[in-house]
């Protein structure tokens, strides 16, 4: 009886979960350079001395980082650009606002009177920065809610031995 490659050792955190180690980074990405050049499931894990299973999932797991990697440039981009843009609408939310008619100030008493246009626009354009956010992390996506139990009906008024 032949003996089925198994999965090399792979160490667990303290909640028992495995950990990703940079040699199993390397055999993954391994994984991923052996299919490339057409080998199947079968012949990768021969190759890498695993399971097929293994394998299997190697390859997945290093495409995903392929994805995963130029992905998260993107992201911190987008932030970068967002956090200059909040900047620049709390500079409009923080300096003094005086509203104009055809070309001049308008006062009240010795007072310019305030405008409070663009401190109310600029507070609705950093509600839409803050949201963009938001989206971009990930922190209002939809959680999933089960609901258990049962129905219980009750008969009112009526025989159930006359229902059989």
Known sequence: MSEQPTE??????????????P??????AEAARLRARGLSYRAIAAELGV???????????????????????VR????????AL?????????????????????YQGDEPLLDDGPVLQAIDRLLRIQER???????????KTQVSGGVRYE??????????
């Open 8 to 21: 090399p050792s792979q160490p667990r955190g303290p909640n028992g979960k495995w950990i990703y180690t």
């Open 23 to 28: 040699e199993g980074a390397e055999r993954d």
């Open 155 to 164: 008969l009112v008024g009526i025989d159930p031995e006359q229902l059989k």
């Open 86 to 106: 909040y900047e620049a609408a709390m500079g409009v939310l923080e300096r003094e606002h005086v509203t104009v008619s055809q070309g001049k100030i308008i």
């Open 51 to 73: 399971d097929l299973h293994t394998a299997h999932n190697a390859v997945k797991r290093a495409l995903a980082a392929i994805v995963q990697e130029p992905a998260e440039d």
């Open 76 to 83: 911190r981009m987008e932030l970068e650009r967002l956090d």
């Open 133 to 143: 956010r938001a989206k971009l992390l990930g922190l209002d996506a939809a959680t």
